[in-house]
C-alpha cells in the first residue's frame, strides 16, 4: 500500500508558475510509475504527465509539453511536476496517482491503470 500526498497548488496569475509535490510513503516507491492527472470542474480527469520507476521514461500531454517538467527522487519518495507559463486553462485539481510496475519501465496514461491516488491539490489560474 502507498500513500500520496499531494502539495504546493495555489492560486497563480496566467504566466506564472508553481510546484507541485507529491510525497509518497507506507510502500515501494521506487517500483511505481508516478503520474499526474488533473481534473477541470465538468470534466473528466485527464493525464498530464508521468515518469517511470526510474525517470528513465516520461510522457507528457500535448496540452503541457514544454510548459511542465516532472521529475522524481526516489530517495527522498518524493516526485516533482514544474508548471511554468501557467493559462486560465490549467485550472483543475491535480491529483498524484502510482501505478505499481514492479522492474518495468513505462508510463501509462489511463487512470484505471493507476493502483494508488492522493487527494487532489487545487491550482488556479487567474486571467
Known amino acids: 500500500q502507498v500513500q500520496l500526498v499531494e502539495s504546493g497548488g495555489g492560486l497563480v496569475q496566467a504566466g506564472g508558475s508553481l510546484r507541485l509535490s507529491c510525497a509518497a510513503s507506507?510502500?515501494?516507491?521506487?517500483?511505481?510509475?508516478v503520474g499526474w492527472f488533473r481534473q477541470a470542474p465538468g470534466k473528466e480527469r485527464e493525464f498530464v504527465a508521468g515518469?517511470?520507476?526510474?525517470?528513465?521514461?516520461?510522457r507528457y500531454d500535448d496540452s503541457v509539453k514544454g510548459r511542465f517538467t516532472i521529475s522524481r527522487d526516489n530517495a527522498k519518495n518524493t516526485v516533482h511536476l514544474q508548471m511554468n507559463s501557467l493559462k486560465p486553462e490549467d485550472t483543475a485539481v491535480y491529483y498524484c496517482?502510482?501505478?505499481?510496475?514492479?522492474?518495468?519501465?513505462?508510463?501509462?496514461?489511463?487512470?484505471?491503470?493507476?493502483?494508488?491516488w492522493g487527494q487532489g491539490t487545487q491550482v488556479t489560474v487567474s486571467s
Open positions: 496517482a502510482a501505478d505499481f510496475v514492479y522492474r518495468s519501465e513505462y508510463v501509462r496514461r489511463g487512470e484505471d491503470q493507476y493502483d494508488y
Open positions: 507506507g510502500g515501494t516507491f521506487s517500483s511505481c510509475t
Open positions: 515518469i517511470s520507476r526510474n525517470g528513465g521514461i516520461i
